[in-house]
C-alpha cells in the first residue's frame, strides 16, 4: 500500500512538473508590474504567477503553524491539568 501511495506521488509530481514546464513555455512573455513602490517591474509572466503562489504557499504554512503551535500548548496545558487531577484522585482521605 505504502508502494502505492509513493509511486502514485511521483506520477502526480511528474504530470505537475510537465504542466509548469509547458505553462511556463506559454506565458513567457513580459508583463510589467507596478508593486506600489513607485518603480514598475518587468518580468515573464509565469514567473510572476510562481512568484505569487510560492508566497501563497509560504504563508499559508505559516498560518497552519500558528494553528499547530495553539493546539500543542492547549494539550501541554489540558495533559497538566490531567495530572493534577490525577494526583488530587490518588490522595487518601477524599
Known amino acids: ?32 508590474v507596478d508593486l506600489l513602490t513607485g518603480a514598475v517591474i518587468e518580468a515573464p509572466l509565469s514567473l510572476w504567477l510562481g ?19 495553539k493546539q500543542v500548548f492547549e494539550l501541554r496545558r489540558l495533559r497538566r491539568e490531567v495530572k493534577q487531577l490525577q494526583e488530587r484522585a490518588s490522595k487518601p482521605g477524599l
Open 1 to 32: 500500500m505504502r508502494q502505492l501511495k509513493v509511486g502514485i506521488s511521483i506520477v502526480l509530481f511528474v504530470l505537475v512538473l510537465v504542466y509548469a514546464i509547458a505553462f511556463s513555455a506559454n506565458n513567457s512573455e513580459a508583463v510589467a
Open 51 to 69: 512568484a505569487v503562489l510560492l508566497l501563497g504557499a509560504i504563508a499559508g504554512y505559516l498560518l497552519s503553524s500558528l494553528g499547530k503551535a
